[in-house]
């Protein structure tokens, strides 16, 4: 019987496990990572350039010629827009599933949270947009007085050359921003961010001069323009901890380049 003077003693609990630290790839591993995503990216662009070469008959064309196929002549063929749209949406299916499960098998991150995803409230979403398309308002204001006259040749020639032009669409709007962002705002950024300014503004400046340094068909002046773009994408990554923030901002930004595209002659 129990003693009403005495009440039983509530069992002990065991403490609380200690949070276990969560850290990323370091350094090596993440631009072993970024490589891996880049030639993943570059493999199905190349499959893909491969089976088209087939089905036009251009190497074919290649062999029984007497001269070797101008490598301008060449490009121009390949810089077809249905092609480029299906291929670079189609390359969403191969790096963006990789790079998701980079971040999964660094336990005990999950998948989504070590690319970012933060909550973010609701008037950054706007915000950030709204920074888009003011950067993009003043490379447009600015190019004329800085040699920037008119679109760049493969952007005509992909215009030019399309059929469905919802190919050509969803692959600059839907899927560059996608790979894109899933590489340099999300492996590469989580893996050199680090705990300090400093690497903060490293990782914003490097990732930004390598995704620069993707695009150097374009000239000098657009070149500049992207880097400092990539400068807002990841200042917006930085801010608001969520990685579908530069992912929209890029799609943004390659919506209204690929409307002025398909609507240029127009």
């Known amino acids: 019987m129990e003693n009403p003077y005495h009440p039983p003693h509530a069992e002990a609990q065991p403490p609380p496990l200690p949070e276990v630290e969560k850290t990323p790839w370091n ?5 072993l990572w970024g490589v891996i995503l880049l030639m993943i990216w570059q493999t199905v662009q ?20 007497n001269e070797p ?10 810089m077809d827009g249905d092609l480029i749209g299906l291929l670079s949406f189609m390359t969403i299916f191969a790096v963006c599933p990789v790079a998701w499960f980079l971040g999964k098998v660094k336990k005990p991150w999950g998948g989504w ?6 909550a973010v409230r609701w008037w950054k979403w706007p915000f950030w947009l709204a920074v888009t398309y003011l950067l993009g308002l003043g490379m447009g204001l600015l190019g ?3 040699g920037l006259d008119e679109m760049h040749e493969s952007m005509v020639q992909m215009a030019a050359s399309t059929d469905f ?3 050509l669409f969803l692959g600059l709007a839907v899927g560059a921003p996608l790979v894109e962002e899933f590489v340099f705002r999300g492996i590469l950024w989580r893996g050199w961010r680090g705990e300090t300014q400093r690497s903060l503004w490293v990782t914003i400046i490097v990732t930004s ?3 620069a340094a993707l695009h150097l068909q374009y000239e000098p002046i657009l070149l500049a323009f ?4 990539g400068i807002a994408l990841g200042i917006a990554r930085e801010k608001t901890g969520n990685l579908w923030v530069p992912v929209a901002m890029h799609a943004l930004h390659n919506s209204i380049v690929a409307l002025g595209m398909l609507t240029a002659d127009l």
């Open 69 to 78: 196929l101008d490598a301008d002549e060449l490009m121009v063929r390949l």
């Open 113 to 118: 949270e070590y690319l970012g995803s933060a």
């Open 46 to 65: 190349g499959i893909g350039l491969v089976i088209y070469m087939l089905k036009e008959g251009l190497f074919g064309e290649i062999a029984k010629s």
């Open 226 to 229: 992207i880097f400092v773009f």
């Open 165 to 167: 032009p919802i190919l």
């Open 27 to 31: 350094i090596c591993f993440t631009l």
């Open 144 to 146: 004329p007085s800085l």
């Open 209 to 211: 001069a390598l995704w």
